[in-house]
């Protein structure tokens, strides 16, 4: 058994810039243990991750603020306070704020993840718009 006390790994924020489009910052809740990692990700306006996937897939849940999840093939949608996300192993998706609006969630991730390239500019505001936002 482990408990964390304050709800956080005692490790600084990290101003995320390697894997994430705009102003995103993240801290750890939970280190990785028994490959489990818990983040409190805090997204800007627009922010958003690059697309990726996890071995044994990856648990969001939004504290605050709303935003949008999209996998590959454009399943997925706008997402708010209290919602839990599941995203199964291996696929490939991306999550992040609205276009005007902060989010806040917590991110669980199973196993290790890849991350791969920057969601362009178009492939958010069409998957916005596809969402009727």
Known sequence: MQIIKGGHSGTASQHRT????????????MGQSDGVAITSVSFSPGA???????????ILVVTS?????YDRDGTG???????????????EHWH?????TFMVHLA???????????????????????AGA
Not at 65 to 69: D, F, L, Q, T
């Open 48 to 58: 958003r991750t690059n697309w990726h996937r996890h071995e044994a897939g990856q």
């Open 77 to 91: 949608g706008p997402i708010t306070v209290g919602d839990v996300v599941f995203i199964p192993p291996d696929e």
């Open 65 to 69: 603020g709303s935003g949008h999840i």
């Open 96 to 100: 992040g704020a609205g276009p005007d």
């Open 108 to 130: 669980i991730s199973l196993k290790h993840n890849e991350w791969l390239e920057p969601v362009t500019d178009e492939q958010y505001r069409d998957a916005i718009a596809g």
């Open 18 to 29: 390697d894997t994430f489009t705009g102003t995103v910052w993240a801290d750890a809740v």
